[in-house]
């Protein structure tokens, strides 16, 4: 049964927070990496040349992943925990799986 006085649900909390359009922490390790070449290499043309590379390039790959999945890296780094195969059957020689006991 539908009700009446219900409030509508704001567009902004399910929206997910994205930073100049792609997901926010990799948009961090993007500036880090940009700050810390900078910081490191100095103010030359060739620092310069290649962070201004790194945000020009790598910022729209982020921003276009973003606009396919918001939580697309979340999801890739998470199944990199998981086995690349699993075994339909037990081995041979395993031994068999003994229940439990019940917790007292």
């Known amino acids: 049964m539908a009700r ?5 649900l704001h567009s902004s909390l399910a929206r997910p927070l994205l930073m100049g359009g792609a997901e926010r922490y990799l948009v961090s ?3 880090s990496l940009v700050l810390w070449l900078v910081s490191v290499g100095g103010p030359r043309l060739a620092t310069l040349t290649l962070a201004a590379l790194i945000v020009l390039v790598v910022h ?3 921003r276009k992943a973003a606009a ?3 939580q697309l890296s979340r999801v890739f780094f998470a199944q990199l ?4 195969f699993y075994p ?3 081995a041979l020689g395993s031994r ?3 229940p439990r006991p019940w917790p007292t």
């Open 4 to 8: 009446d006085d219900a409030a509508p």
């Open 29 to 31: 390790g993007e500036l």
């Open 60 to 62: 729209p790959v982020l």
């Open 68 to 70: 396919y999945d918001p």
């Open 81 to 84: 925990k998981y086995q690349p």
């Open 88 to 90: 339909a059957r037990a």
């Open 96 to 98: 068999p799986l003994l």
